[in-house]
């Protein structure tokens, strides 16, 4: 049974502010700048699944471009060193980390997935019996990037019936 999830938009908002801040843009001069645009498109995504007190999932999505300007911040390298194994990784670390973060804002019992990476567009991507509940939906230095929380509607329905 899931419980009402207790993480809204600000909520989610501020983490990834802080990990923009920590990991991708230390000194502050590339902010990701929010668009709203829910159905922006994607080149890659990863997710993690979240389960026990409530269930869903946290998915990251963003143009292959921004993937690989992450993983060349993420991992102090330049951007042409960047190769595919880098953005994979990057992109599951960055899924585990605001996961992470969601989690901890959840009532016990809840517990994170290790990460998922598909390196094709978010819209291949399948969270059967879920529906968006938040986002956040941006522009990196001109390239789409998007972390949102899906929650299954399979308990919901159940505690209604």
Known sequence: MSVEV?????????????????????EGVSPLMQTYDENQPSEVHSSVSITG???GHVVYASSRAAAQRAAAAFLA?????VSEEDISDTLGELANIVGGNVKAMLPPGAQLSLPQVVLAPESSARYPNTERI????????????SI??????????????
């Not at 502010?17 to 843009?25: A, G, I, P």
């Open 53 to 55: 007190s409530w269930t």
């Open 148 to 161: 949102s929380m899906w929650q299954s509607s399979t308990d919901t329905k159940e505690e209604g019936a």
């Open 6 to 26: 207790e993480v809204d938009e600000n909520d989610l908002a501020e983490m990834v502010e802080q990990v923009w801040e920590s990991y991708l843009d230390p």
């Open 134 to 145: 938040s986002g956040v939906y941006g522009l990196w230095e001109g390239e789409p990037v």
């Open 77 to 81: 390298m330049e951007l042409e060193e």
